[in-house]
């Protein structure tokens, strides 16, 4: 599939608990929404920010990004994507949704995603990471990942799994090649507006999962590694790390 066959929608919202205004937070003398904007456009000529506020709609097209203003009551960020999607006025065969919350996603990572899609069968895809100590593993802020011999995600958890039997918790990432959940999504578009219209599922609840209710409703979703790990702006204190990382650059 070409560079066309692709479109990027980037969510960003205003309000956040934990750190409002995030988008509009300046790194390094850009925004951050630009900083992700910029990454995304190394790899994609169509990319979009999808948002439910004004002040963020006026710094993309400030700095000449495409922008769509969408409802301010979805659910989840897939949702907005939709929207956004439908709102382009163009068909595209992939839809990417890039967290608007990471500048340091590397083009590779979404590269990586767009492979997948070279193989008709991929409905949905996205991004996995070896984990690197078990005091990682152990965070429940970061969700695992089980896939099978192809490739396709079997479950996600923020529970540690597998369980390793027989061997000490300390040593289990020694036994098995644990998988972080990177939240970079690709959808066929069809398959984007199917999903939207499913309603929330026994398993997207217990373990506060989007993806959960795909898999519970039968579609499959291919996992491609990356080496890459991502960078995330969740709170201020991420920011003034992100300012460091920035200046290793």
Not at 23 to 46: F, H, M, S
Not at 62 to 88: C, L, Q
Request: net charge negative; glycine share 6%; with cysteine.
């Amino acid at each position: 599939m070409n560079n066309e066959s692709f479109v990027a929608i980037i969510p960003a919202r205003y309000a956040s608990s934990r750190f409002p205004g995030k988008p509009l937070a300046v790194l390094g003398g850009k925004t951050v929404i630009n900083r992700v904007y910029e990454q995304v456009a190394k790899v994609l000529v169509n990319v979009y920010v999808a948002t439910d506020d004004e002040r963020i709609y006026n710094e993309v097209k400030s700095f000449g990004g495409n922008v769509i203003m969408t409802r301010s009551d979805h659910h989840s960020g897939t949702d907005r994507i939709e929207e956004a999607y439908s709102k382009i006025g163009r068909e595209f065969p992939v839809v990417i949704n890039v967290q608007g919350d990471e500048p340091f996603i590397h083009p590779e990572q979404i590269e990586s995603v767009m492979k997948c899609f070279d193989d008709p069968s991929t409905e949905i895809a996205t991004l996995g990471k070896r984990f690197e100590s078990m005091g990682a593993v152990n965070n429940v802020n970061s969700p695992k990942i089980v896939v099978d011999r192809r490739g396709f995600a079997m479950y996600f958890s923020r529970s540690v799994i597998p369980f390793v039997r027989g061997v000490d918790k300390s040593q289990w990432i020694d036994k098995y090649p644990f998988l972080k959940h990177l939240g970079l999504y690709a959808y066929r578009s069809e398959v984007l507006k199917a999903i939207t219209a499913l309603p929330q599922s026994p398993l997207e609840k217990a373990e506060s999962l989007e993806q959960l209710r795909w898999l519970e409703n039968g579609y499959r979703i291919r996992v491609a590694e990356t080496e890459f790990e991502t960078v995330g702006i969740d709170t201020p204190a991420d920011l003034q790390r992100a300012e460091i990382l920035l200046t290793q650059e």
